[in-house]
Structure formats: structure tokens, C-alpha cells
């Protein structure tokens, strides 16, 4: 007899989007997120504003999940929640609900790691046209992190390489902000450049060695080519707004993906995929695709799996149950959870 699939809510709490989902097997039956349109006045997120909309969200999130899933609690088996890394606040938010629930349904509790989760949504049934095979390489590019991880297996994952100042999405959005755009102005980059020339404007390119990451010198390349041309045309920042989104998001991409080339050159893993919010990006998705012709097995996961969502956690959150990595009652958030 085929074991029943197991049923379990996911939660997601740790920047600034409320989100819970259903995941039975590995197939997700909803996947609601509430969004927190709060921040954009402040030009990023205020820790204090998310977690208080997190306490009003999180309920009528959950029971949307539900309601959409057509699941009632008692048919959950585990409940499975971000435990960091992420906003304390935020993060708090999440995992108390989770544990109250699980204590009040008497259910197993499993704490999932973000980043570890952004990696597994790769194995939701409908993520991609095919789950990659292990061992594969996963490119993790998200609002906080830039990291080259080495996935082994589910449950064994090594990080070979990863940025030493921001992050591939906070370069995005501090470049976004430099022009005027509101935050977060990653996608709204993605959207302009569209319509510009991607070498219209050339930045400093990063000297870093091994597979790390640096976007800080960029960030200051950029402010100083923007502060340069605006003595000839002060109106530069809307007037080649196209071309300044295509250069920059040029940039970011060009350096993502030669850090990306050496890992598969040194570790001989041609199976390459992406994983968090950047992983939406148009370029980047487009040149990781291109590398087909080279011989790599690529795989992008849809969109509303890339940012943030609890649909991952959940799928995270199945692999650790059945490995039987739960958590007990005493467990709590933790923002700097280590991998
Ligand atoms: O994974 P995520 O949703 O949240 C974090 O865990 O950080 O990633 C959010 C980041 C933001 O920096 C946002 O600007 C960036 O992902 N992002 C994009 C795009 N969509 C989201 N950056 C570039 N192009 C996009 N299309
Ligand atoms: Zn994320």
C-alpha cells in the first residue's frame, strides 16, 4: 500500500510578505501572499511596520490558504515555518503562529531555513518542466543574500561562494533608489531596461577572488558616473532612465553570471539553477538560459516560486519531515539561522 501524501501548511514571515500555503505530496493547492505596501514611502523595509502587519495579516492569509486548498486543519500533518534568517520581528510573527497551531492540533513542527527553502521550491511539482538531479549548483540571489551553494542533496548543502558587502537585490534596489525608483526598485529596473541600451553606460567591475561576490563598488561606480554625466545634462536620471536601468542591470547580471562560470569550471557540475526574488529577473534568467548552448542543464523555477512565498517552505518543509527533522515547542526564531 502507497503511503497517503503527506499535508502540511507552510508559513512565511521573514522579510516583508505574509504568506501560507498548502502543500500536499509535492504539489502546492494554494499559495496566497499578502504583500505590505507600507514600506514603499520609507525607500525600504521598516522592520517595526512589517512585523506589525505580519500580526494583522497572518491570520486571513491562513485561512485563504485553506479556503483555496479546500483543507481544513485537522487534515494537516505538519506544520512547517520559516525560522530565519530574517527580520526578529518578522520572523516572530511566523513561528509563534506555527507553534500555537501545532501545539493546539498536536502536529509535527518543523523550522525551515529561508534560504535552504528559496533553493527546494525546485521541487514543487509544478516549479519547472523538471526538477534538477543531484548534485547541482543553485545561484541564490535574493534582497539579502548572494550565494553559490552546492546542492548534494536535499538536506546537504554547502555554500562555496557568497557576497562579502550587499547583496545582488539590494545593489539592484540602491541603484534603483539612486534613480528616483521606489522601493523595491529591482523589478522596476528589470521593466525599463527593457526598452534601453545595455551599454549605454559602463561601471567598475568588482576584482574579487574565488567564487565570492562584491556589489558595493559598483554602487559607488555608479553614483559617480551619475554624478559626472549630470554636469552635462542635468536631467540624465529621467532623460536616460532606460539606459541607465539596461547598464546597471547589465552589470549586476554580467557579474553574477562569470562568478557562476567559474563554480561550474571548478567544481565540474554542469546542472545550474537559480533560487530567490532576483531569480525573477529577465536578464539573468535569459543569459543562465543561453548556457544550454554550452552544455549546462538549466532550471528556473516560475515566478511566484522565486520571491518570496511559503509554497517553498512547505516543500522545505516536507523533505526535513520526512528526513525527521522537527523542532519542539522550546525552538524560536532566529535571524541569523546558520546553514
Ligand atoms: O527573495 P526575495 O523576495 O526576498 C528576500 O528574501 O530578500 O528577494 C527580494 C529581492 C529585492 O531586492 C527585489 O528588488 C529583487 O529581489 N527582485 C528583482 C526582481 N524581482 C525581485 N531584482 C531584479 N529584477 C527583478 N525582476
Ligand atoms: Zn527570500
Redesign the pocket.
Known amino acids: 500500500m502507497t503511503a497517503k501524501p503527506k499535508i502540511i501548511l507552510g508559513i512565511e514571515s521573514?522579510?516583508d510578505?505574509t504568506s501560507a500555503a498548502i502543500l500536499v505530496g509535492n504539489e502546492i493547492r494554494a499559495n496566497i501572499i499578502a504583500g505590505q505596501a507600507v514600506h514603499e514611502q520609507y525607500g525600504g523595509v521598516v522592520p517595526e511596520l512589517a512585523s506589525r502587519a505580519h500580526q494583522e495579516n497572518i491570520i486571513p492569509v491562513v485561512q485563504t490558504a485553506l479556503q483555496t486548498a479546500q483543507i481544513s486543519l485537522s487534515d494537516l500533518d505538519a506544520i512547517a515555518f520559516t525560522q530565519g534568517p530574517?527580520l526578529m520581528g518578522s520572523l516572530t510573527v511566523g513561528t509563534s503562529f506555527a507553534k500555537a497551531l501545532a501545539l493546539a492540533l498536536d502536529v509535527p513542527l518543523v523550522g525551515v531555513h529561508?534560504m535552504k527553502a528559496?533553493i527546494l521550491a525546485h521541487f514543487i511539482a509544478d516549479a519547472s518542466d523538471a526538477s534538477p538531479t543531484f548534485p547541482f549548483l543553485c545561484l541564490t540571489?535574493?534582497?539579502?543574500?548572494t550565494q553559490i551553494v552546492r546542492v548534494n542533496d536535499a538536506l546537504d548543502m554547502q555554500v562555496i561562494g557568497s557576497t562579502i558587502d550587499d547583496?545582488a537585490?539590494?545593489a539592484?534596489?540602491k541603484a534603483a533608489k539612486m534613480l528616483g525608483l521606489p522601493y523595491?526598485?529591482?523589478?522596476l529596473?528589470?521593466q525599463y531596461a527593457q526598452l534601453g541600451d545595455p551599454n549605454a553606460f559602463e561601471f567598475a567591475k568588482p576584482q574579487i577572488k574565488d567564487l565570492d561576490f562584491s556589489f558595493s563598488g559598483l554602487k559607488t561606480s555608479i553614483l559617480y558616473t551619475l554624478q559626472a554625466a549630470e554636469k552635462e545634462n542635468p536631467n540624465l536620471r529621467q532623460d536616460k532612465r532606460n539606459d541607465l536601468c539596461a547598464s546597471i542591470?547589465n552589470s549586476i547580471v554580467s557579474i553574477l553570471m562569470a562568478k557562476l562560470d567559474k563554480a561550474v569550471k571548478q567544481t565540474g557540475i554542469q546542472t545550474v539553477v537559480i533560487a530567490?526574488?532576483?531569480s525573477?529577473?529577465?536578464e539573468?534568467r535569459k543569459r543562465l538560459l543561453a548556457q544550454k548552448d554550452k552544455g549546462w542543464k538549466v532550471s528556473i523555477p516560475k515566478m511566484s516560486y522565486?520571491?518570496?512565498n511559503a509554497a517553498m517552505i512547505a516543500m522545505a518543509g516536507s523533505f526535513y519531515l520526512a528526513a525527521g527533522h522537527t523542532v519542539g515547542q522550546d525552538t524560536a526564531a532566529d535571524p541569523r539561522l546558520k546553514w
Open positions: 521573514s522579510c510578505d530574517g529561508h528559496h540571489v535574493s534582497g539579502g543574500h547583496a537585490g539590494e539592484f534596489d523595491p526598485g529591482g523589478p529596473i528589470d542591470q530567490g526574488g532576483v525573477a529577473n529577465s539573468l522565486c520571491t518570496d
